[in-house]
């Protein structure tokens, strides 16, 4: 819907999470093997 007269058209960009915002959904098993890379280098690299 339109905004109402004289409402402000919020942007998404200006807001702080706005990387958030336009990030596009991975896949499961990409997920699951993000989760294991990471815990693999959080465990050998601190």
Known sequence: LP???????PN????SDRGVALWRPISETFS???K??????IERHG
Do not use: H, K, R, S
């Open 36 to 41: 294991n890379f990471l815990a693999i280098a």
């Open 3 to 9: 905004p109402y007269q004289g409402e402000t058209i």
């Open 12 to 15: 998404i960009q200006d807001e």
């Open 32 to 34: 699951d093997d993000l």
